[in-house]
């Protein structure tokens, strides 16, 4: 169902009827949040991006468009890729959302099983969820599991900076829900003294409701922090082609792999800052579950 433009970002947004409620606008024009609330799709715009990052050299300089200085070597090197308009979730899938479309509710971070003091709720997003059974219900209601390439370009929102808050990592909890000084207490980390996660709260020890934080240009919540997200793509070197429209990256030689491993992104509110980054890549199997894994619903243009 058409629910109109996003006031900020100007772009269309959307109802999925069958994941909730349709969700209504507050006089100043912004959804309000429910756990009963519908998948919102926001309809993104297609056009090339530089999907990547590099270390900063003579010819990058540290601030240029898509210079990272803590990239790795799988998120080299940057390279052009051209998507067609899709629709990408405006928040990560909620457990209430998922539970309307399962019948069902696998988090561990759930309702009425808190996590010392703290308390979760059905606008928590679905955790311990793996890319099979994202891909498998998706395709139930008519959703997919986006590409990296449809993430990484929804992520950025036509920003080049290592995170889309900017270059500064204490910047970031203004965008997403990462490890901080409050996650540190809950869950300790080997990080050093001075580390960036020490002088930074965002207000939450783990997982937060969607939509706690500051929004994208493009209008969407959480691509920083909160749970790592699922993606389609397999764990493929970027010298590998990507398919047209969806930007699929693709394996020439079509080798099977078990077990299959597929990418995750955007960090979660117990992975460091640098985790988070717009151009971070982490792999796991695509049958791993775990709490700090969820997923963000997309859908094709024309699905037929």
Known sequence: MPLGPDPDSGL???????????????PDGRLERSARGAIVLVLLPGGTFTMGATLPDAAHPA??????LQCLP????PHPVTL???????????QGQWLRCKGENPSQLRPNHPQGDLEFSELHPVDTVSQ???RELFAV????????????????????????????????????????????????EPLPADAVERRVDDGFVLTAPVGSFAANAFGLHDTIGNVGELVLCEQLRYENPVRPGDGLRQDP???????????????????????ARSAARQSVTEDTTAAEIGVRAARALDPR
């Open 253 to 275: 030689e079509a080798r099977v792999r078990d077990p299959r491993r597929v990418i995750l992104r955007g960090g979660g509110a117990l992975y460091p800052i640098g985790e």
């Open 141 to 188: 209601h008519g959703l997919i599991v986006p590409t990296e390439a449809q993430w990484e370009y929804a992520a950025r929102a036509g920003t080049t900076s290592p995170w889309w808050t900017g270059d500064a990592p204490h910047e970031v909890v203004r965008g997403g829900n990462v490890l901080d000084s409050s996650g540190l207490r809950a869950v300790p």
């Open 74 to 77: 799988a998120e080299r090197p």
């Open 12 to 26: 269309h947004e959307f109802a999925h009827l069958a994941s909730g409620e349709v969700p209504r606008r507050n």
């Open 132 to 134: 099979r059974s994202a």
């Open 84 to 94: 067609a308009p899709f629709f990408m979730a405006k928040h990560e899938v909620t």
């Open 63 to 68: 601030g240029s468009p898509n210079v990272d």
